[in-house]
T-cell receptor, first 113, second 116 residues
């Protein structure tokens, strides 16, 4: 089955710096890659996603890149703000007609003012 | 649209008791997924259901756990004879019928189960 690895497990940056979180997946059949932000005690919330027919997607300060050949994808957050502090999860899912997400282990991002 | 509703938000059970977790999907959504999140870990898929059908339960423990999504009412995740290792956050997600593959799943606020 699919296996998703995520690095780093923790990331500390200064406000205004960029943050990059990387994930690798094992199953070349995976074709949907969402990123979720989870604040303490709250639900995971989708922040951006990318499908395998696209190499890059951007939404304001957030971007995701996908390298299908290498089977890895990354989240980039620019101009970080303290409210970006949270746990971020990558996930992967196959085109099976329903969404069975395999999640990474999470990255705890701390943005210091 | 009220979003995915889960209740209770917090549930405390003694070892050996039963836990019943409820999930009402977003209006118009006919697909429900249950995930479990152990402390300091990512979410793990448990089961995928459509109305009156279990489609994929490959992530469900073989014993003590069951799920249903009846024609009327919420989806129920039932854990019988709970043990301390069942303590976790249980998240439900829903998505609309897939007119295209891999549409976004919306998560509920979760039920935090504590077994004492």
């Amino acid at each position: 089955g699919e296996n998703v690895e995520q690095h780093p497990s923790t990331l500390s940056v200064q406000e205004g710096d960029s943050a990059v979180i990387k994930c690798t997946y094992s199953d070349s059949a995976s074709n949907y890659f969402p990123w979720y932000k989870q604040e303490l005690g709250k639900r995971p919330q989708l922040i951006i996603d990318i499908r395998s027919n696209v190499g890059e997607k951007k939404d304001q300060r957030i971007a995701v890149t996908l390298n299908k050949t290498a089977k890895h994808f990354s989240l980039h957050i620019t101009e970080t703000q303290p409210e970006d502090s949270a746990v971020y999860f990558c996930a992967a899912s196959m085109n099976t007609g329903f969404q069975k997400l395999v999640f990474g282990t999470g990255t705890r991002l701390l943005v210091s003012p | 649209n009220a979003g995915v509703m889960q209740n209770p938000r917090h549930l405390v059970r003694r070892r050996g008791q039963e836990a019943r977790l409820r999930c009402s999907p977003m209006k118009g959504h006919s697909h429900v997924y249950w995930y479990r999140q152990l402390p300091e870990e990512g979410l793990k898929f448990m089961v995928y259901l459509q109305k009156e059908n279990i489609i994929d339960e490959s992530g469900m423990p073989k014993e003590r756990f069951s799920a249903e999504f009846p024609k009327e009412g919420p989806s129920i995740l039932r854990i019988q004879q709970v043990v301390r290792g069942d303590s976790a956050a249980y998240f439900c997600a829903s998505s609309p019928r897939n007119r295209e593959m891999n549409t976004e799943a919306f998560f509920g606020q979760g039920t935090r189960l504590t077994v004492v």
